[in-house]
């Protein structure tokens, strides 16, 4: 099943809602193509690339209230959406994006020449990556005069072709206007229209009206944060209805069956499962991560605490501020014209000077403050060489920031504004500080491995104890040496895959007769195969889980393997071609290996101890305490598929 | 610059430019009267030739042989009423199958379901009065009343027919209005198929906090009440196609299948409700504000005798509300109530999902059959 984000500018707060929900409980969906249109083109992106879900949050309403904080809103001449979202996509997008996203994410696109639609899947680089992006998310006036190039070619807006492409048939569709998508809100306002503007099926309603204009013009924190769980609870609806929530034990049986191109629906959905019924159960009555909640929170405290909110929330100063419109609009239209027309003339600059088939050369000579530049210009005037010198020496800080200079053009509005804004923060950082103890919290990750390996079973042997060798290794890693407070820095953040592929030189507590180096083997197997499935959910003590299962039939060590195991592979080879070859070359290929746990974090109280694994054997009759992976791997063996899948799972304590 | 408003507001030159603008706009209307007048050229495109040459050409998806004829049947509403029927496989002596379409729709939005429904039984579709090819007559205002006239027209329509007795699968407002039938003549029905209807749930209390809003809602009902809901087809005359084009492309999307030349439905479409808008007011009249049924059919549906059956299906995405499905569940305890939900399917189930459709409508007619022999026992489904 494909996925489908609607364009839907600011409301695409929705979508990180559905994001959420889809990564929270139905994660084997996110493996597959993911479309979208203008801020929908954006959040397939995002979840594409795992980037996290807290972060793009903030980064949403950081947009939204510097959108709100303006005279005229998103109209306000200065507020330039276009470079904002550059800059969000430049710092955001891994060095590698383009390459984990193509021919996974289809950008709908519409060719400004002649109106039509284009969707697009291939990007070359992550520059090309960006520009896809900023043309489907490109308002013609809104965002800028000239839409931007793509390929050559200029796009613009996706929505106005094609707000909802849809791949195939099996397309779940997410839009944020109550319709005939499959994720959508539903209103109870109105039962008598609906109507179809670029493939986005809209209901003529009052909501919608609103949800309309807030396109453009973003409304409060709060607002915000009632779309974002409106998404996650739709999303979490039609999970229900369409019995999508499973699981990850039957997940794991549904994705290797769907690999190996044999769908075989008892095994997709089994109602019978008791883990599936658990997490039904708790995806009732779940809510939004707190990691997003947290930022709204954040967001929704900065807009409302304070004098000056409290000042400007007044209907007297509202009144001013629109009253006070005629004064300050002139010179915020002149400030930006100033700024956009210093920007063209920077841009034509570069761009007429091909055209011309000019020469030039630029000569820069820094001496001291100073940073002289000399442009030479040889003009091939029929068959005359004309030369053209022309200097220009400039003052070093006012060539760099030609942006500040200009900033401090007439600005009134706004800089009044942060004036008044700058004194009180500081007055309440003051008086904060007070009060504020400084707190200490030393770090420490704590991790489990659970390493089990079962042995092939014939087919007229009765399964009695597969498991031939189990090894737990657990190590906890301090961080003694970082004195911040967790509170105060949002920001920071733990590398997974370096902690995790880090040696474990810290403690290794090891149940079974094992080398040493069986365990930098695996990592090696880790690094150098792509997992045939890995997904991670949050449990109900807040600790996250990664499961990944990995192919090592192929691989020729004896470690991980017994003669005898081997034996059999080399028997099932066929099966093996079938199950994860595939997966390996087609589906999984650039799939990255570690999703990134943290978005899914929430601090919480330090662990100290550490949990007891446990570890039964499959007759024991404890199966349900045993880590997911050795259940799985469990069940496919008795369903009859003998291959082997020496799998593990790493428990990350949360701390 | 406020001072110079009120002064030109003040001033004689104000109602003198009203003026003209007023009797410029009156002779921009008398023009359009004056050009529509004659029959070579006309604002609203309306025509019966047309209409009847793309039902054809639509229905050249229907490879069963079918009868189109009017049914007289009398003075209903307006003095002469007659009813366009389509009739498909008549000869079969099996309990028929009639059609009800929904609300600007026409008989021939069937034509992917037919081929399918005909094989088995006699199926007749018949467009409403008021709508598509059938007469229009001005209903009552009446939200009540405008229904017992549409229903009457339903049992004269069977009175002609001949038919004894039907198994009645209505979609949108056909649902409500088969609902109702079934309501007044139980014994007909022996099977009610019901696709998304409309008007079941009740409309639900809105709080509006804000005055402001609230006289902004009561201010735009009270404006859109004497407005018929497909004017703006009406008014954007021979745009008429293109508009639903515009705004409805997903309609002839579901048809492409079928039909190549895209242009089809959005024309039958408009010529269906470029006439009169008979039947369009007498639905204005069935509807409080924003289209929720001034009569809602829950409230309603205890009075349904027990021995009909009622099959309801709908498209999971459909954007109608099916608030009131688990209240109507629970009331048809005691007789067959199948509840069958399309994945994939929207409002429009018919043709969104054929196949699926013509699956649950012809298991349903099975029922009825086999309920014709074991004398009409109230029995639950299987499943």
Same mark, same amino acid.
């Given at each position: 099943m494909n996925l489908s984000f609607a364009g839907c500018g600011f409301l695409g707060i929705y979508h990180v809602g559905v994001a959420c929900c889809f990564r929270k409980?139905?994660?084997?969906?996110?493996l597959n193509k993911i479309s979208g249109a203008s801020a929908g083109a954006i959040a397939a992106c995002c979840l594409l690339l795992d980037l996290p879900l807290g972060e793009t949050t903030s980064d949403i309403l950081r947009l939204a209230t510097e959108a709100r904080?303006?005279?005229?809103?998103?109209?306000?001449?200065?507020?330039?959406i276009h470079r904002l979202l550059l800059h969000a996509l430049e710092k955001f997008l891994p060095e590698d994006a383009h390459l984990r996203v193509n021919g996974k994410l289809h950008i709908s696109l519409t060719r400004v020449c002649d109106g039509q639609n284009v969707i697009v899947s291939q990007f070359d680089s992550r520059e090309e990556l960006i520009q896809a992006l900023l043309a489907s998310a490109f308002i013609p006036i809104f965002s800028g005069l000239f839409p931007p190039k793509y390929k050559g070619i200029r796009y613009m807006d996706g929505g106005y072709s094609d707000n909802l492409p849809t791949l195939d048939e099996n397309t779940i569709t997410v839009s944020p206007?109550?319709?005939?998508?499959?994720?959508c809100p539903r209103d109870d306002s109105s039962q008598l229209f609906h109507i179809n503007i670029a493939n986005t099926s809209i209901e003529l309603s009052k909501h919608n009206i609103y949800r309309m204009i807030r396109i453009l013009f973003p409304p409060s924190p709060e607002t915000l944060a009632n779309m974002c769980k409106q998404g996650f609870d739709d999303a979490l609806r039609f999970l229900h209805r369409n019995n999508l929530i499973n699981c990850t034990k039957c997940l794991a049986v549904q994705s290797t069956f769907v690999v190996s191109d044999s769908l075989e629906e008892h095994l997709v959905?089994?109602?019978?499962c008791k883990d599936c019924k658990m997490h039904r159960q708790e995806a009732m009555v779940s809510n939004v991560p707190d990691t997003v909640l947290n930022v709204f929170q954040e967001v929704i405290d900065s807009a409302n605490k304070g004098v000056l909110n409290w000042i400007f929330k007044h209907r007297g100063m509202k009144l001013l501020s629109v009253l006070s419109l005629p004064y300050t609009l002139p010179a915020d239209i002149m400030y930006a014209t100033f700024t956009k027309i210093t920007l063209l003339s920077h841009r034509t600059r570069r761009l007429v000077v091909p055209y011309r088939k000019n020469t030039t050369f630029t000569l820069n000579r820094l001496i001291g403050n100073q940073l002289e530049t000399y442009f030479c210009e040889y003009r091939p005037c029929q068959a005359l060489i004309l030369s053209h010198n022309t200097n220009h020496i400039n003052r070093l800080h006012a060539l760099n920031n030609k942006n500040r200079l200009l900033g401090a053009?007439?600005?009134?509005g706004n800089l009044l504004w942060d004036a008044s804004r700058v004194v009180l923060d500081q007055v309440s950082n003051a008086l904060n500080k007070v009060n504020r103890k400084s707190q200490q919290i030393t770090a420490k990750i704590t991790c489990q491995l659970a390493i089990t390996e079962y042995g092939g079973a014939n087919?007229?042997?009765?399964?009695?104890?597969?498991?031939e060798n189990k090894m737990n290794l657990n190590f906890t890693l301090s961080?003694?040496?970082?004195?911040?407070p967790l509170e105060q820095s949002p920001d920071r953040k733990f590398n997974t895959r370096q902690v995790l592929q880090?040696?474990?030189?810290?403690t290794v507590n090891k149940t079974?007769?094992?080398?040493?180096d069986t365990f930098d083997h695996i990592l090696q197997v880790t690094s150098d195969h792509d997992a045939v499935m890995a997904y991670y959910y949050l449990d109900e003590n807040n600790k996250v889980k990664v499961t990944e299962i990995f192919?090592?039939?192929?691989?020729?060590?004896?470690i991980l393997q017994t003669p005898h195991e081997k034996d059999v592979n080399t028997n099932l080879e066929f099966d093996d071609d079938e199950l994860f070859d595939n997966s390996l070359e087609?589906?999984?290929?650039?799939?990255?290996?570690?999703?990134?746990p943290e978005s899914e974090?929430?601090?919480?109280?330090?662990?100290e101890e550490l949990e007891p694994t446990y570890f039964t054997c499959g007759?024991?009759?404890?199966?349900?305490?045993?880590p997911e992976a050795d259940r799985e791997s469990m069940e496919a063996t008795k369903n009859g598929n003998k291959f082997t899948v020496p799998s593990f799972s790493y428990e990350e304590i949360d701390f | 610059m406020i001072v110079s408003i009120s002064q030109f507001l003040n001033s004689k030159v104000f109602p003198i430019i009203t003026l003209i603008i007023f009797l410029q706009y009156n002779l921009l209307i008398n023009t359009f009267w004056w050009l529509s007048?004659?029959?070579?050229?006309?604002?609203?495109?309306?025509?019966e030739a047309m209409l009847r040459a793309l039902e054809k050409t639509i229905l050249r998806v229907v490879k069963t042989p079918y009868k189109g004829f009017y049914v007289?049947?009398? %003075?209903?509403?307006? =003095?002469a009423d007659k009813i366009w029927t389509l009739s498909f496989n008549?000869?079969?002596?099996?309990t028929p199958l009639v059609l009800l379409h929904g609300l600007g729709?026409?008989?021939?939005?069937?034509c992917l379901n037919i081929d399918a429904l005909a094989a088995t039984r006699p199926v007749h579709a018949f467009d409403l009065?008021?709508?598509?090819?059938s007469s229009r007559p001005d209903f009552s205002s009446d939200a009540l009343e405008a229904e017992i006239q549409m229903v009457r027209a339903i049992e004269e329509w069977r009175k002609e027919m001949r038919i004894n007795n039907f198994i009645l699968c209505g979609h949108s407002l056909g649902g409500f209005l088969a609902t109702s039938y079934s309501l007044t003549y139980?014994?007909?029905?022996k099977h009610l198929i019901l696709a998304? %209807?409309?008007?079941? =749930?009740e409309r639900p209390s809105e709080n509006v906090q804000s005055a402001v809003l609230w006289v902004a809602l009561k201010t735009v009902s009270f404006l859109v009440?004497?407005?018929?809901?497909?004017a703006t087809i009406r008014i954007a005359g021979p745009l008429g196609p293109k508009l639903i084009n515009t705004i409805r492309p997903d309609i002839s999307k579901k048809y492409a299948g079928a039909l190549k030349d895209t242009e089809l439905i959005p024309q039958y479409i408009y010529q269906c409700n470029s006439q009169h808008p008979s039947g369009e007011s007498a639905f204005r009249a069935m509807m409080?504000?924003?289209?929720?049924?001034?009569?809602?059919m829950i409230k309603r549906?205890?009075?349904?005798?027990?021995r009909v059956p009622i099959t309801l299906l709908w498209g999971?995405?459909?954007?109608?509300?099916?608030?009131?499905e688990d209240i109507l569940k629970n009331k048809r305890q005691n007789s067959y109530f199948n509840l069958r939900v399309i994945p994939g399917?929207?409002?429009h189930v018919y043709a969104d999902k054929p196949e699926q459709f013509n699956q649950i409508v012809l298991e349903a007619c099975r029922y009825a059959d086999s309920q014709s022999v074991s004398d009409r026992l109230p029995i639950m489904p299987s499943n």
């Open positions: 409980y139905a994660p084997h969906l996110l904080k303006r005279s005229l809103g998103p109209f306000n001449p200065s507020f330039n206007f109550c319709g005939e998508s499959d994720i959905y089994d109602p019978q053009a007439p600005h009134v087919v007229e042997e009765e399964i009695i104890d597969p498991v961080l003694d040496d970082s004195d911040l880090r040696k474990p030189s810290f079974d007769t094992m080398d040493d192919d090592v039939t192929e691989d020729e060590s004896s087609e589906d999984l290929g650039d799939n990255n290996l570690f999703s990134d974090w929430t601090g919480g109280s330090c662990l007759k024991s009759g404890v199966a349900d305490i045993r | 007048s004659p029959n070579w050229w006309s604002w609203s495109k309306y025509s007289d049947i009398g %003075p209903v509403v307006g =003095p008549t000869d079969s002596p099996k729709a026409g008989v021939a939005l069937w009065l008021g709508f598509g090819r139980p014994d007909r029905v998304d %209807p409309w008007g079941f =749930p009440q004497p407005i018929n809901p497909l409080s504000a924003f289209g929720w049924a001034k009569n809602p549906i205890d009075n349904l005798d027990d999971l995405k459909s954007w109608i509300d099916h608030s009131a399917a929207g409002h």
